[in-house]
């Protein structure tokens, strides 16, 4: 009986354990300004995580927070992964799919990788401070996020868990024959020296035009024409691998290759004039996910993308034959929230593609504004400014910052091997992990800053509301109403580019609860200068609410009972108001 008793205590004991850590963890804790109170999910944003890591993290945060959170798979990857989507709000407030959206992916090109956790992080941080922290609470009442952690699971699995380099594969997994011999994918990268990564090799040669820094045997240095050189020169042999097929190239058929970005339904090209597109628009599975959700979700009205790297933020269009798609008054909110970016994002420098870039055809931020009107940004994440907050530092801070801040981790000190062909080499370098990605104690700034940019521009997006409602009563038992609908943010609910195509349906005012006997838009109050609609005026087609405005609308109607006002907007949402 006593050994029962024990038995029992002793398991209560252990169930009350982890609540009592919690609760002394929890006491130990000071909050830092602009960062979540005591959140319900523990997320470390010092690393990096597999597609698996991202969904698992995603499943924790939608688990944690059903009222805001629903989590869906849009698609299935090339090799069946799920392309898993957090559709975040707040659920308890108005109808989720007639909020005004903001969608966000990242990780569209495997290797460039800090999208998903930006993507990640922009969840958590909306999760855990609604209640808490006033601006939140208002963006997730108002306003739906689509948030899509990476886009591309197959190959972020290939670039974390097999041996590549910095920049690779920034393809897709599909096998393509690269080198034309009949094979597919035959002759990737070798790991010759085991460290995980694909590095450099080099050669002793009498004719090298390289010898080793004297101040710093990682580095090598070139030999001009002129110098006269006593020490070691060296040849550079590229990328380490061997030939696997015999042809006598080294790494020439690695996986793809094609590029994702290059492969979105607006000014496709094929791959012999856009380098990279695949068959033929939307021949990939994962972008035909992405635009079979846009599609069926009208109320996106902006979008943001992650990628790396040099710290830019950047806007179409992406070729120059593009260039009358982008108007004015559009490029003038682009502008406006692009500006803003670089002083939310210091070293970031907010470009457009085409010109301060290269020309790209088929890609994503030219389809979702070119095809569907949705003001769209990508950001290429990290620059080497955030080494050491020098803008004039550039890449020659890459040794000094290794040794500095990471105490030698990100380089492969160079070592003796056996080669096949090219017989004794050294190999060494940067790792994979550093030169595009975002070192680990600098990555929760860089999600920080780059997710507070997307909520501004998510901010802007339309905001509607009914701020006056006049009457004016006319003779024959008549009245007039007049209604004023305003737009306190920077975009329309149309962009040029929609109402140019027609892409989405126009505004719709309307009044319900008495006999409306003819509606009107009030192009000028001042002078009474109205236009009619003649059909159905009780609902009033508007074409579009513009930025930072307000339009009115006019009804003569009979009956003094109350009535309703209501403003149906796609992509600026539903608002309504009762008469006195």
């Known amino acids: 009986m006593k050994l029962q008793t024990y038995i029992r205590k002793s398991l209560l004991l252990l169930m009350l354990f982890p609540l009592a850590i919690n609760a002394q963890k929890s006491d130990e804790i000071f909050r830092a300004a602009g960062s979540p109170h005591n959140p319900k999910v523990q997320i470390s944003f010092n690393r990096y995580y597999t597609s698996e890591g991202l969904a698992a993290l995603g499943k924790k945060i939608a688990d944690a927070h059903p009222n805001l959170v629903k989590r869906q798979s849009i698609g299935k990857s090339a090799f069946g992964k799920d392309i898993w989507m957090l559709a975040i709000t707040n659920y308890k407030v108005g109808d989720a799919d007639r909020k005004p959206g903001f969608y966000v992916d990242g990780n569209i090109h495997s290797n460039e990788i800090q999208g998903g956790e930006i993507s990640i992080y922009t969840a958590w941080y909306l999760t855990e401070n609604f209640g808490d922290n006033d601006y939140i609470t208002k963006m997730l009442n108002d306003r739906v996020f689509y948030i899509v952690p990476t886009i591309n699971p197959d190959a972020r699995n290939n670039y974390m868990k097999e041996p590549n380099t910095g920049s690779s ?22 790991d010759l020296d085991g460290d995980g990564s694909i590095t450099q090799m080099r050669r002793k040669s009498p004719n090298g035009t390289m010898i080793i820094d004297p101040t710093d045997p990682r580095k090598m240095i070139g030999v001009g024409p002129d110098d006269v050189v006593t020490a070691q020169r060296y040849e550079f042999l590229g990328s380490e691998g061997i030939d696997n097929d015999g042809d ?75 260039l009358s798609t982008y108007n004015r008054q559009d490029i003038r909110i682009y502008d406006a929230i692009g500006k803003k970016g670089e002083k939310m994002i210091p070293g970031y420098r907010y470009l457009t593609v085409y010109k301060d870039l290269y020309s790209v055809f088929g890609g994503e931020l030219d ?193 003094n009972s109350k009535y309703t006002i209501t403003v149906d907007s796609a992509k600026g949402g539903v608002v309504t108001k009762k008469s006195n």
């Open 169 to 190: 594969p920034r393809s897709g997994m599909i096998p393509l024959d690269d080198d034309r011999d009949g094979l597919f994918d035959e002759d990737g990268y070798d």
């Open 248 to 322: 006598g190239r080294i790494n020439e058929d690695t996986h793809g290759y094609y590029d994702p970005n290059r492969d979105w339904g607006w000014k496709w090209q094929p791959d012999y004039i856009q380098r990279g597109a695949y068959k033929y628009p939307f021949s990939l599975p994962e972008n035909r996910a992405v635009a079979d959700f846009v599609l069926k979700h009208p109320n996106i009205a902006g979008a943001q993308s992650f990628h790396n790297s040099g710290g830019m933020i950047l806007r179409g269009p992406g070729a120059q034959e593009d």
């Open 367 to 559: 389809w979702f504004y070119g095809s569907r009107g949705v003001y769209t940004f990508t950001n290429e994440i990290f620059t080497p400014f955030a080494y050491y907050k020098d803008k004039n530092g550039g890449r020659n801070q890459t040794y000094d910052f290794d040794k500095d801040l990471l105490m030698n981790d990100a380089f492969t000190s160079w070592k003796t091997f056996n080669h096949p062909t090219y017989g004794e080499v050294e190999i060494g370098g940067f790792k994979k992990n550093f030169g595009r990605a975002t070192p680990g104690f600098l990555l929760e700034e860089e999600a920080h800053r780059n997710m507070a940019f997307t909520f501004y521009h998510a901010y802007h997006m339309p905001n509607l509301s009914i701020p006056t409602i006049e009457e004016k009563k006319l003779s024959g038992g008549l009245k007039e109403i007049t209604v004023s609908i305003q737009n306190d943010r920077l975009m329309p609910t149309h962009a040029s580019q929609d109402l140019k195509y027609k892409i989405t349906r126009p505004d719709y005012v309307s009044i319900s609860g008495v006999n409306v006997i003819a509606g009107m838009h009030v192009l000028d109050d001042d002078f009474n200068v109205t236009e009619e609609q003649k059909t159905n005026p009780a609902k009033m087609r508007v074409a579009n609410i513009p930025g930072n405005s307000i339009i009115k609308i006019r009804w003569i109607v009979k009956g």
